[in-house]
């Protein structure tokens, strides 16, 4: 089974920060690298498929890269809506998810 | 608007059943891979299953935590996706979402809570 790690766990920033969050895979899976956000109490919702395809709708500040096992999503200028949490998922082999990462308030 | 509403949860004693549905509209349903996945606090996401489409027979996948338990259907002329869940187990408590997708997941329910405990 392929494994994706998240890190941090926990990001605490700003209004206006650069957002970085990184995900590892436990083999390569290429770019078949999605993103999603979720908020408390709602389901997942994808921002990025193919590890830097935006779907529709999401704003551009959202930006994904990566291939193999090293992806990165990064939230250029963090704005109050995007306090969330933010997972990873490969599908390259099934699907697997990564452990999530909480971006908090500073 | 696509949406995707999943019913059926509910508590259940280890050992037990239970089928749920997720019934879609406002897309071409029988095009599309649908899938289920649940959340728990302490494992997070997991990817429990899926049912392909027509085109690819109907084929379905599952976890190896859930295979030979749990079973995908579907039904395309009720735009609907089905999970039947057999010989629960405590660790099978979670949050049940069903999704539309074949990679990435763009489309999801509000979910259905199952809890097993006796």
């Known amino acids: 089974d392929i ?15 650069r957002v970085t969050i990184t995900c590892r895979a436990s083999q390569s899976i290429g770019i078949w690298l999605a993103w999603y956000q979720q908020k408390p109490g709602k389901a ?9 395809s935006l779907e529709s709708g999401v704003p551009s500040r959202f930006s994904g890269s990566g291939s193999g096992t090293e992806f990165t999503l990064t939230i250029s200028s963090l704005q109050p809506d995007d306090f969330a949490t933010y997972y990873c ?3 390259n082999n099934y699907f697997t998810f990564g452990g999530g990462t909480k971006v908090e308030i500073k | 608007e696509v949406q995707l509403v999943e019913s059926g949860g509910g508590l259940v004693q280890p050992g037990g059943s239970l089928r749920l549905s997720c019934a879609a509209s406002e897309f071409i349903f029988s095009d599309h ?15 429990v299953g899926r ?12 976890a190896a935590s859930v295979k030979g338990r ?14 039947q869940m057999n010989s629960l ?30």
Request: overall charge positive; charged content about 15%.
């Open chain 1, 44 to 52: 997942p919702k994808l921002l990025i498929y193919k590890t830097s």
């Open chain 1, 3 to 17: 494994q994706m790690t998240q890190s941090p766990s926990t990001l605490s920033a700003s209004v206006g920060d």
């Open chain 1, 89 to 91: 998922q490969q599908y």
């Open chain 2, 89 to 118: 187990l405590t660790e099978d408590t979670a949050l049940y979402y069903c999704a539309r997708g074949s990679g990435s997941l763009n489309a999801w329910g509000q979910g259905t809570l199952v809890t097993v405990s006796s």
């Open chain 2, 70 to 83: 749990f079973i995908i259907s579907r039904d395309d002329s009720k735009n609907s996706v089905y999970l």
């Open chain 2, 33 to 47: 891979y649908m899938n289920w996945v649940r959340q728990t606090p302490g494992r997070g996401l997991e990817w």
């Open chain 2, 51 to 62: 049912t392909k489409n027509k085109a690819n027979s109907y084929t379905t996948e599952y």
